[in-house]
Each structure stands twice: as structure tokens, then as C-alpha cells.
Nanobody, 122 residues
Framework: QVQLVESGGGLVQAGGSLRLSCAASGRTFSAYSIGWFRQAPGKEREFVAAISQSADRTTYGDSMKARFTLSRDNALNTVYLQIHSLKADDTAVYYC???????????????WGQGTQVTVSS
């Protein structure tokens, strides 16, 4: 079992950057792929990106790869999501989640964090 806590969200101006962190507790962090999802008000939760256990594979959602960069540090039990050139449409609650594989399907993720709010002002 793993517990996840997101941080790094906040209010930023359009065009700015943010780095979100997903910190995990437990000694089994390196056994999980970690994915990021986001949910805007009134919309379904959307896949952003996922990274495999050893960081040799990353998967990005449609149109995400250009501005989103995912990395992980297993020694620190942390995954990072860097977002560049933020747009108003990026406003959402961002969640990290743990799965056996770095897939884009929400149902494959068993453990979720509480989310961190990102608000982009235009």
C-alpha cells in the first residue's frame, strides 16, 4: 500500500510555470507507476501523464507532451510534474495516483492523493 500527497499548486499567471510534486509514504513506492490526472470544474477527470517504476517509460495524454514533463526520484519517493507555458485551460485540481503500469486509464489506478489546485489567471 502507498499513500500519496500532492503539493505545488497555486495561482499563476498565464505563460508561467509550475512544478507539482507527488510524495509517497511507504517502502514500496518504487514498485508503482505513478500517473497524474486533472479535473476541471464540471468536467471528467483527464489523464495528463504517467511514469513507470524505473522511469524508463513515460506516457502523456493527448496534447500534453509539449508542455508537461514528468520525472521521478525513487530515493526521495517523489514524482514531479513540470508544467510550462500555463494556459487558463490548465486550471484544475491535479491528482497523482499509483498503478502497476504507466497507463492512461483511470480505473487501473488503485491509490490516489487528495489533489492540489492549479489556477491560471489570464
Amino acid at each position: 500500500q502507498v499513500q500519496l500527497v500532492e503539493s505545488g499548486g497555486g495561482l499563476v499567471q498565464a505563460g508561467g510555470s509550475l512544478r507539482l510534486s507527488c510524495a509517497a509514504s511507504g517502502r514500496t513506492f518504487s514498485a508503482y507507476s505513478i500517473g497524474w490526472f486533472r479535473q476541471a470544474p464540471g468536467k471528467e477527470r483527464e489523464f495528463v501523464a504517467a511514469i513507470s517504476q524505473s522511469a524508463d517509460r513515460t506516457t502523456y495524454g493527448d496534447s500534453m507532451k509539449a508542455r508537461f514533463t514528468l520525472s521521478r526520484d525513487n530515493a526521495l519517493n517523489t514524482v514531479y510534474l513540470q508544467i510550462h507555458s500555463l494556459k487558463a485551460d490548465d486550471t484544475a485540481v491535479y491528482y497523482c495516483a499509483a498503478s502497476a503500469n504507466p497507463v492512461q486509464y483511470l480505473a487501473f489506478y488503485n491509490y490516489w492523493g487528495q489533489g492540489t489546485q492549479v489556477t491560471v489567471s489570464s
